[in-house]
């Protein structure tokens, strides 16, 4: 069982930055393959970021978002940068084990982009 728990969500100007974070409770967090996913209103949730073998983002927040992760403090990160009005959604955090496909999930925390 793994608990994430997100944080540094926010309200931000166009052009602003956030840096999220998701701590992961429980160990082998470096078995899990770790991404960050966000719900618009009235949209399904998609993928932003994620890092196993390889790290992959969308198209729309490739060369603006970057994910990292940090073993030794079972926290992934998703700094973003030039941020932009339809940035503006819930972003959740996900850990999927890498050999037995089991997936978690964070609360989510609102990051809105708006002047």
């Known amino acids: 069982q793994v608990q994430l728990v997100e944080s540094g969500g926010g309200l931000v100007q166009p052009g602003g930055s956030l840096r999220l974070s998701c701590a992961a409770s429980g160990s082998s967090f470096s078995l899990y393959n770790m991404g960050w996913y966000r719900q618009a209103p009235g949209k399904q949730r998609e993928l932003v970021a994620n890092t196993g073998v390889y790290i992959n983002y969308a198209d729309s927040v490739k060369g603006r978002f970057t994910i990292s992760r940090d073993n030794s403090k079972n926290t992934v990160y998703l700094q973003m940068n030039s941020l932009k009005p339809e940035d503006t959604a819930v972003y959740y955090c996900?850990?999927?084990?890498?050999?037995?496909?089991?997936?978690?999930w964070g609360q989510g925390t609102q990051v809105t982009v708006s002047s």
């Open positions: 996900n850990a999927r084990h890498v050999q037995l496909g089991t997936s978690y």
